[in-house]
């Protein structure tokens, strides 16, 4: 149920039709796994708070450094060496008090992934290297949980959306691995795509619109565009090959 303030809050969004009071309880009552405060995640993170998410969970093992704030405005220059985690529980939790919100500032491992999803209703991946996002693919597959991708570099960013067991997941199109190198990038691509995560989360919530599944969609900022690229899912993917078509 929600309250008399939460329906105040929320008055503008509950007037959506694919929203309602109905759409509002759900969203309080998802749980929310976004994997990074970085440039990502300050973007997905106070729309998905802002919006009414029941439990939210951060994590995020860095400090916040001076070079972070071009792109990653969850976190301000008095926020210089502290964890993201806390600097971004800070401002979260003044827009909106009404969510659950936990964080833990840790490096996601093979070995801890399965435990820190834990009871997460579905994984944002606000993360900025491949190694982390294959092991989270695998957690979501494993738990049978979407898994909202984003990525970005320069100009240019991309997402995907993954219901395991139903479409590709990010194995049946990505293959080894990249470089850990840090990719430069201007603020302004991990906001967009950040906020088409989000975006994703909340259809997917509220069981509306068309998601980004079987789809990677890529913005180009210098040309403005968005394209979208068709991805079939890959039956002999290592990570997702087993499950059933
Ligand atoms: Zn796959």
């Not at 029941?54 to 405005?73: K, M, P």
């Not at 070995?111 to 491949?130: Q, R, S």
Request: glycine residues 10%; charged residues 25%; contains cysteine.
């Amino acid at each position: 149920m929600i309250s008399a303030l939460e329906r105040q809050r929320y008055q503008r969004q509950i007037g959506i039709k694919e929203v309602g009071e109905e759409g509002q309880e759900r969203l309080k009552a998802a749980k929310v796994l976004v994997a990074g405060a970085g440039g990502l995640g300050s973007a997905s993170l106070p729309y998905l708070v802002a919006a009414g998410f029941g439990a939210i969970r951060i994590i995020d093992q860095d400090l916040v450094e001076l070079s972070n704030l071009n792109r990653q405005i969850l976190h301000w220059t008095e926020d210089i060496g502290r964890p993201k985690t806390a600097s971004a529980m800070d401002k979260l939790g003044r827009l909106n008090p009404e969510v659950d919100m936990e964080s833990f500032q840790e490096k996601i491992t093979n070995k801890n992934a399965d435990a820190l999803v834990g009871d997460c209703d579905l994984i944002v991946d606000a993360l900025d290297n491949l190694s982390t996002r294959y092991i989270l693919n695998r957690v979501a597959i494993e738990k049978g949980i979407p898994f909202f991708h984003g990525a970005v570099s320069g100009f240019e960013g991309r997402a995907m959306t993954i219901i395991p067991g139903r479409t590709a997941c990010l194995h049946c199109f990505y293959r080894g691995r990249l470089k850990g190198k840090k990719t430069p990038v201007i603020g302004v691509t991990p906001a967009i795509i950040g906020i088409i995560q989000a975006t994703e989360v909340i259809k997917y919530v509220l069981g509306t619109g068309k998601l980004l599944t079987n789809t990677l969609m890529v913005y180009d900022g210098l040309s403005a565009t968005f394209n979208k690229f068709k991805i079939n899912r890959d039956p002999n993917c290592k990570a997702c090959g087993h499950l059933p078509s």
